[in-house]
């Protein structure tokens, strides 16, 4: 079955405890990215991957890390966590960055810093 | 940058129409998707629009006025299992793929 999984789905983390939030697509898929949601403001790119080792800032990078090694692998990484952090994320591939790629998006992981 | 916008909350009658709208201003229009998204869920493909005119799937339909920077999403024989939030989604050709997203519709079926 073509799915984008994420892991974990639900992380409660303290202030500073450095956390990874894996993700996986299984479609072959060239472009991946990751957004956050907050109540009112609606989908925010963090980060995204044109390619294996091509990764780019979206629009709300600060605190985060990506990283590209192989194609199907897209962790997003928080050093050090702070509690504006808080919310819920979801990873996304699509088959390229064109016009009409339709992106699929993961389940989403719920991160609660205290 | 991009603005997008669509109303907050819309209520409607199982079985009967609603129109949800979706207004943008960008540059470098790439097409417009449509997502629906339950409480705590993935949002999900609905529709995507490049050109004017009226897209048809089902009981689901979205239309698009590049002209008017303006496009809406159509649900029809509304059932229960629709009430979830729609999102607008706008991709330019500056923007690499990332999808810009209005901050949803919630759409609330009574019966």
């Known amino acids: 079955e073509a799915q984008v999984t994420q892991n974990p789905r639900y992380l409660i983390t303290v202030t500073g405890k450095k956390l990874t939030v894996t993700c996986s697509q299984n479609m072959n898929h060239e472009y991946m990215s990751w957004y956050r949601q907050d109540p009112g403001l609606g989908l925010r790119q963090i980060y995204y991957s044109m390619n294996v080792e091509v990764t780019d800032k979206g629009d709300v990078p600060e605190g985060y890390k990506v990283s590209r090694k192989e194609k199907r692998n897209f962790p997003l990484i928080l050093e050090s966590p702070s509690p504006n952090q808080t919310s819920l994320y979801f990873c996304a591939s699509s088959l390229t960055s064109g016009g009409g790629n339709i992106q699929y998006f993961g389940a989403g992981t719920r991160l609660s810093v205290l | 940058g991009q603005n997008i916008d669509q109303p907050t909350e819309m209520t409607a009658t199982e079985g009967a129409i609603v129109q949800i709208n979706c207004t943008y201003q960008?540059?470098?229009?790439?097409?417009l998707f449509w997502y629906q998204q339950h409480a705590g869920e993935a949002p999900t493909f609905l529709s995507y629009n490049v050109l004017d005119g009226l897209e048809e799937k089902g009981r689901f339909s979205s239309f698009l006025s590049r002209s008017k920077g303006y496009s809406y999403l159509l649900l029809k024989e509304l059932q229960m299992k629709d009430s979830a939030s729609y999102l607008c989604a706008v991709l330019t050709t500056d923007s690499w793929g990332k999808l810009q997203f209005g901050a949803g519709t919630q759409v609330v079926v009574t019966p």
């Open positions: 960008t540059s470098g229009f790439n097409g």
